[in-house]
């Protein structure tokens, strides 16, 4: 880890040394981690004080595995083996990520957006993957710990770092790009998620593009043109962005042509920067089409030549819980129960609209939504009504407003509401038919991958 000793390290994190000798201070850390599992010889434990588990409790057993030093809040008991002394481990673990990055020769392109972070990000990791030793984001570690983690990972193998950043609140967004200084800005959509806090999608955009606020002077900015709010982000501190779409051909990058859509995913023509390229996209969803032509436009500034956009896209697997198509004995399943809000739960319906068998759509609780959460909900059912569904079954509380949606469009389908998931477990099975095609989704709280255990036992 390049300029990572324990006296820079120390200087970084405004912290207090302790049992550092001279000769031990000019060593340079392997790693850092907060999770005492993963301690390998000279790492960097930093001991954090979570709702469950108190880092400190594991000061003892890193030294034991090898550990170079320990940030900590509070003096270790009875070990006189090196380690820092800070007000606040969080803040020590930002501090130590920010200062790394800085000393770092990496282009880094940061992702955020309402919807689809993560798979864009594996869309953009495996078109850059054909040219270049990449690291990305883990699963979707985006917040104040995660992308500091996920930076102190990159290595001196590593030649362009792909990262996800999540918010919730206003004011999340900077010290994640304080810490990340991206190269290259990517920003999927701006939808309805954490009204909560943000208050309306105004709210959503105003926070996500505080992005650009941290980007490397002569940074680049990809936004996806048909998303109306990010239509109107015309220039980004003096420059013109890089507008993606699918229905809009005067966007540098765009479709030309979509020569197959189905549950198995879509052929499509796209026209990046005036050059054509098919791209077979093994992932269905008109959404994951954008995806890809974020991941073309990323691969075009870094040097990435058609034929590696083509091969990359073609490689990309689903990821669990993101419109994964799962064929078990009975049914075809479209697991996307990770999250959800109105955007994402609109186009999971689109998918299933593909399918040639009886379509089934089991729709939970959307989170987060703040005072529209039940006319949100509403808008959803109405959504099913017109998109050819042929049973809806709701689980919670909240989702009973799509019923009511659904109802007032006149939905001709096959009705089924349960208030808790336990409920709808135990008598599900009953209600599916052989060779069902079934859409399972929800925000992450409502926990529907047990329906998904079910269904595919």
């Known amino acids: 880890m390049k300029n990572m000793t324990l006296e820079a390290i120390a200087k970084a994190v405004d912290g207090v040394a302790y049992n550092i000798t001279d000769k031990i201070g000019n060593v340079t850390a392997k790693g ?270 870094c040097g990435v030549n058609t034929e590696h956009m083509k091969r990359g896209i073609a490689k990309i697997k689903p990821v669990g819980g993101r419109v994964n198509i799962i064929k078990s004995n009975r049914y075809t399943i479209i697991d996307d129960c990770y999250n959800a809000n109105p955007v994402s739960m609109k186009a999971s319906i689109d998918v299933l609209k593909y399918a040639d068998t009886r379509k089934v759509a089991i729709l939970g609780d959307m989170f987060e939504l703040g005072a529209d959460e039940a006319k949100l909900h509403k808008g959803i059912g109405e959504y099913v009504a017109k998109t050819g569904v042929d049973m809806l079954v709701t689980v919670g509380n909240i989702s009973e407003n799509i019923d009511i949606g659904a109802k007032e469009k006149e939905f001709n389908g096959t009705f089924m509401h349960y208030s808790t998931l336990e409920e709808c477990l135990e008598n599900l099975e009953n209600t599916l038919e052989n060779n069902d095609t079934i859409l399972v989704k929800a925000s992450h709280g409502m926990h529907l991958e047990k329906i998904i255990n079910l269904l595919t036992k």
């Open 32 to 301: 850092v981690v907060i999770d005492s599992r993963q301690v390998e010889e000279d790492y960097i434990f930093i001991a954090i004080k979570g709702e469950r588990v108190d880092g400190h409790s594991f000061i003892s057993q890193v030294f034991e595995k090898g550990a170079l030093a320990v940030v900590c809040e509070e003096k270790p008991q009875n070990i006189q083996k090196p380690y820092i002394l800070v007000k606040s481990s969080t803040d020590a673990l930002k501090k130590m990520a920010a200062f790394y990055r800085q000393n770092l020769d990496i282009k880094l392109i940061g992702i955020t957006g309402s919807v689809g972070k993560t798979s864009t990000k594996e869309f953009i990791a495996a078109v850059l993957s054909e040219k270049y030793n990449v690291l990305k984001t883990e699963g979707n570690f985006n917040n104040e710990i995660g992308l500091p983690l996920t930076i102190l990972k990159i290595r001196d193998e590593h030649e362009i770092a792909v990262i996800e950043m999540g918010i919730s609140h206003f004011g999340d967004m900077k010290p994640l790009g304080e810490i990340a200084k991206p190269d290259i800005c990517v920003i999927t959509n701006i939808g309805y998620c954490h009204l909560e806090h943000l208050i309306d999608r105004d709210g959503v955009l105003k926070e996500k593009t505080d992005m650009f606020n941290y980007a490397k002077d002569d940074a680049q900015y990809i936004l996806n043109g048909d998303d109306d709010k990010l239509a109107t982000v015309t220039e980004v501190r003096g420059k013109t962005p890089i507008f993606v779409s699918i229905d809009d051909s005067a966007k540098p990058v765009h479709i030309k042509g979509i020569l197959k859509s189905g549950i198995e995913g879509s052929v499509c023509v796209a026209s990046v920067h005036g050059e054509e390229v098919e791209l077979s996209i093994p992932v269905p969803g008109k959404h994951m089409i954008s995806n890809a032509l974020v991941a073309c436009a990323v691969g075009k500034i």
